[in-house]
């Protein structure tokens, strides 16, 4: 009896963990400048978050056309991503749900397509 009671408990807290890993998400993303101006700093952050990531462009420059790869990963399901232009101006894309898509092209009125 105890050993099935155990081996029920490892059953039960191996799903429980399958079931919170599949919450988190880590995928690739192509964010593709769609906004007609050079993007020469691009942020990401889960939406609810106040706080911008790293610069994921660093030395280089987004010119209009062109894609990057990036990745993802987070329990958050909306995501949003800053964009600045080489004079200062920035865009915001909000809310931006990447769990079916596997790339955004970014519009210079602050939209994403999502593919």
């Given at each position: 009896?105890?050993?099935?009671?155990?081996?029920?408990?490892?059953?039960?807290?191996?799903?429980?963990?399958?079931?919170?890993?599949?919450?988190?998400?880590?995928?690739?993303?192509?964010?593709?400048?769609?906004?007609?101006?050079?993007?020469?700093?691009?942020?990401?952050?889960?939406?609810?978050?106040?706080?911008?990531?790293?610069?994921?462009?660093?030395?280089?420059?987004?010119k209009p056309g062109e894609g990057l790869k990036i990745?993802?990963?987070?329990?958050?399901?909306?995501?949003?991503?800053?964009a600045q232009d080489g004079d200062g101006g920035q865009?915001?894309?909000?809310?931006?749900?990447?769990?079916?898509?596997?790339?955004?092209?970014?519009?210079?009125?602050?939209?994403?397509?999502?593919?």
């Amino acid at each position: 009896m105890l050993k099935n009671r155990f081996f029920t408990m490892m059953i039960l807290a191996a799903a429980l963990t399958m079931l919170l890993a599949g919450t988190a998400m880590a995928k690739e993303i192509v964010v593709m400048n769609g906004t007609g101006f050079e993007i020469h700093a691009l942020a990401l952050s889960p939406s609810e978050s106040g706080n911008w990531g790293p610069d994921l462009l660093g030395d280089d420059i987004l010119k209009p056309g062109e894609g990057l790869k990036i990745n993802i990963s987070g329990e958050a399901n909306n995501w949003d991503l800053g964009a600045q232009d080489g004079d200062g101006g920035q865009v915001t894309f909000q809310n931006l749900d990447f769990r079916k898509a596997s790339q955004i092209t970014l519009h210079a009125d602050g939209t994403g397509t999502l593919q």
